[in-house]
């Protein structure tokens, strides 16, 4: 068995101007591993995700995956190696312009030499498998719920059976049965697929549910990392204020002296 | 103080020289992806229709007054030296030559370029040009180059269509206002018309056409900040297209004369 990590992040450093956002982050995601990075509003994690997905360049560091480095990657080829990358974005990021069929069977209509209506058929299957109807597929997505909107766009991340999966902040703006709906299709689905997930989230609970590891990223840097059983026992007292959702601690939330004067 | 100044003159020139490398990189990724396959034509049809038969009405609409309004001006014009017989044309060379392409290009910006620059910065903001990216799709190449391909393509087609409204619209005023016989006034127009008088005209249409998108897809591709700074790309996108439209235009002018 390889022990090549699927994603492995070495000394990752990215500025906006005079502001450090990731201040040296180091990260391992073992193939068929569920990772949770966890982390307070403006912690970097979003920021963390856009490099890996190279929405976003490094100013230093590596990131590969699978063993291939991909800043500075040429477009051609991460465009290659995208075909195995599904994503889930916070608000799913479904496109206006075109149905919720063709929004799933976006990426099966590219690459693979089908026609429409195999698409279709392909994309109902998909929808079937996040508990969604036929009855959604002419649907523009403008028109659905929230917690529709994100199993659309569960659909059409994994549509194309990716080897790795990637979900920003998944229950974000959703109920908690909802939030919790959600959760439970992203195991099932990321089971079925066998594939490696990373969830980028703030919501504990779910960071629970998904995940296999949690890290957890404060100030740009990974503070702490280990397995969800071990996370109330860390010892890291930001860790702890964190989970226990505590305003008091070694966590410096910006205008919290202010806000509380 | 003077050193304040001097320092606020240096950051605009910086910012200026900055905003134009970022234009002249866009404009250099989305004209390479328009000459690079794959091309996604069903795309392409899809802002060929939205550029050029909606944009139909407006074209029209705007010619025929521009050709009528300039049929009046110059017979007021010329009949100070009994110059009336110079009438048509001079509508036919004047729309032809200058205010079809011109005032089309400006009617066109308004309607399309604020279109693109709002459909596309609502992509960037909600993540939707993120998840092409991550379904392997260059958002250059879908989103782009199918619209700098039409817009490139429908202008000369529509510029074609107001030369002949604006002409009409000459036509109409001259003969039911003006009282100038039918035949006299559509010989007379064909008469002097020249094929370069047409050429140069369709010319300019293209080149603002490629303007036009690029100022679209440029402002819309570069937007931030939400509603507001979706509505900031809009306003952006027609300012800047209007603008570089009334200077190419001086620029091909400039070299259809030169030639």
């Given at each position: 068995m390889s022990t090549e990590p699927k994603i492995s992040l070495r000394g990752v450093v990215k500025r906006f101007g005079p502001k450090v956002v990731l201040n040296g982050i180091d990260l391992d995601v073992a193939t068929g591993e569920s990772v949770a990075i966890i982390g307070g509003s403006g912690s970097g994690k979003s920021v963390t995700l856009k490099c890996i997905l190279g929405l976003m360049a490094p100013e230093e560091g590596s990131i590969k995956i699978d063993g291939i480095e991909t800043v500075r990657m040429a477009t051609g080829e991460r465009d290659r190696l995208m075909r195995q990358v599904g994503m889930l974005f916070q608000h799913a990021a479904l496109f206006d312009s075109l149905s919720v069929w063709e929004n799933v069977a976006f990426a099966l209509r590219l690459y693979s030499n089908i026609d429409k209506q195999e698409a279709r058929q392909q994309a109902i299957e998909k929808l079937a498998q996040v508990g969604l109807g036929e009855e959604v597929c002419d649907i523009n997505p403008a028109e659905l719920s929230g917690g529709m909107r994100k199993r659309v766009g569960l659909a059409r991340a994994i549509a194309t059976e990716p080897a790795l999966v990637f979900f920003d902040e998944p229950t974000t703006g959703l109920d908690p049965i909802m939030g919790d709906i959600i959760d439970q299709l992203i195991v099932k689905c990321v089971k079925e697929l066998g594939a490696t997930a990373l969830t980028i989230t703030h919501d504990m609970d779910s960071a629970r549910t998904i995940a296999d590891r949690i890290a957890m990223i404060y100030e740009g840097k990974i503070v702490w990392a280990g397995p969800v059983s071990e996370i109330d026992h860390s010892g890291n007292p930001i860790v702890e204020q964190f989970i226990e959702g505590?305003?008091?601690?070694?966590i410096e939330i910006e205008g919290r002296k202010r806000a509380l004067a | 103080m003077r050193w304040n100044f001097l320092a606020l003159i240096g950051r605009v020139v910086l910012a200026f020289l900055a905003t134009a490398g970022r234009l002249a990189i866009f404009t250099a990724t989305g004209v390479q992806h328009c000459f690079l396959p794959p091309w996604y034509f069903r795309l392409i049809g899809r802002q060929m229709m939205s550029i050029g038969y909606y944009s139909l009405p407006v074209i029209g609409l705007t010619a025929f007054f521009t050709g009528a309004v300039l049929a009046l001006q110059i017979f007021i014009g010329s009949s100070r030296f009994n110059a009336e017989s110079a009438v048509a044309t001079i509508v036919v060379i004047g729309i032809t030559r200058e205010l079809g392409p011109v005032i089309g290009g400006l009617m066109v910006a308004g309607r399309v370029s604020a279109a693109m620059a709002a459909e596309i910065g609502t992509m960037r903001v909600t993540e939707q040009i993120d998840a092409l990216t991550t379904l392997s799709t260059n958002p250059f190449k879908y989103l782009v180059a199918p619209r700098l391909i039409a817009a490139t393509l429908m202008m000369p087609l529509l510029v074609l269509v107001a030369d002949i409204i604006g002409v009409f619209g000459g036509y109409a005023v001259s003969t039911t206002k003006l009282n100038f016989n039918a035949g006299m006034y559509l010989k007379r127009t064909f008469e002097?018309?020249?094929f370069e008088d047409v050429a140069s005209g369709l010319v300019k249409a293209a080149v603002f056409g490629f303007l036009i998108a690029l100022m679209g897809c440029y402002h819309g591709f570069n937007s931030s900040g939400g509603a507001q700074g979706v509505g900031r790309a809009t306003t952006n996108a027609v300012v800047s297209a209007s603008i570089l439209i009334l200077t190419a235009n001086y620029l091909v002018t400039e070299l259809f004369f030169a030639t």
């Amino acid at each position: 068995m390889s022990t090549e990590p699927k994603i492995s992040l070495r000394g990752v450093v990215k500025r906006f101007g005079p502001k450090v956002v990731l201040n040296g982050i180091d990260l391992d995601v073992a193939t068929g591993e569920s990772v949770a990075i966890i982390g307070g509003s403006g912690s970097g994690k979003s920021v963390t995700l856009k490099c890996i997905l190279g929405l976003m360049a490094p100013e230093e560091g590596s990131i590969k995956i699978d063993g291939i480095e991909t800043v500075r990657m040429a477009t051609g080829e991460r465009d290659r190696l995208m075909r195995q990358v599904g994503m889930l974005f916070q608000h799913a990021a479904l496109f206006d312009s075109l149905s919720v069929w063709e929004n799933v069977a976006f990426a099966l209509r590219l690459y693979s030499n089908i026609d429409k209506q195999e698409a279709r058929q392909q994309a109902i299957e998909k929808l079937a498998q996040v508990g969604l109807g036929e009855e959604v597929c002419d649907i523009n997505p403008a028109e659905l719920s929230g917690g529709m909107r994100k199993r659309v766009g569960l659909a059409r991340a994994i549509a194309t059976e990716p080897a790795l999966v990637f979900f920003d902040e998944p229950t974000t703006g959703l109920d908690p049965i909802m939030g919790d709906i959600i959760d439970q299709l992203i195991v099932k689905c990321v089971k079925e697929l066998g594939a490696t997930a990373l969830t980028i989230t703030h919501d504990m609970d779910s960071a629970r549910t998904i995940a296999d590891r949690i890290a957890m990223i404060y100030e740009g840097k990974i503070v702490w990392a280990g397995p969800v059983s071990e996370i109330d026992h860390s010892g890291n007292p930001i860790v702890e204020q964190f989970i226990e959702g505590r305003v008091d601690g070694p966590i410096e939330i910006e205008g919290r002296k202010r806000a509380l004067a | 103080m003077r050193w304040n100044f001097l320092a606020l003159i240096g950051r605009v020139v910086l910012a200026f020289l900055a905003t134009a490398g970022r234009l002249a990189i866009f404009t250099a990724t989305g004209v390479q992806h328009c000459f690079l396959p794959p091309w996604y034509f069903r795309l392409i049809g899809r802002q060929m229709m939205s550029i050029g038969y909606y944009s139909l009405p407006v074209i029209g609409l705007t010619a025929f007054f521009t050709g009528a309004v300039l049929a009046l001006q110059i017979f007021i014009g010329s009949s100070r030296f009994n110059a009336e017989s110079a009438v048509a044309t001079i509508v036919v060379i004047g729309i032809t030559r200058e205010l079809g392409p011109v005032i089309g290009g400006l009617m066109v910006a308004g309607r399309v370029s604020a279109a693109m620059a709002a459909e596309i910065g609502t992509m960037r903001v909600t993540e939707q040009i993120d998840a092409l990216t991550t379904l392997s799709t260059n958002p250059f190449k879908y989103l782009v180059a199918p619209r700098l391909i039409a817009a490139t393509l429908m202008m000369p087609l529509l510029v074609l269509v107001a030369d002949i409204i604006g002409v009409f619209g000459g036509y109409a005023v001259s003969t039911t206002k003006l009282n100038f016989n039918a035949g006299m006034y559509l010989k007379r127009t064909f008469e002097f018309l020249e094929f370069e008088d047409v050429a140069s005209g369709l010319v300019k249409a293209a080149v603002f056409g490629f303007l036009i998108a690029l100022m679209g897809c440029y402002h819309g591709f570069n937007s931030s900040g939400g509603a507001q700074g979706v509505g900031r790309a809009t306003t952006n996108a027609v300012v800047s297209a209007s603008i570089l439209i009334l200077t190419a235009n001086y620029l091909v002018t400039e070299l259809f004369f030169a030639t």
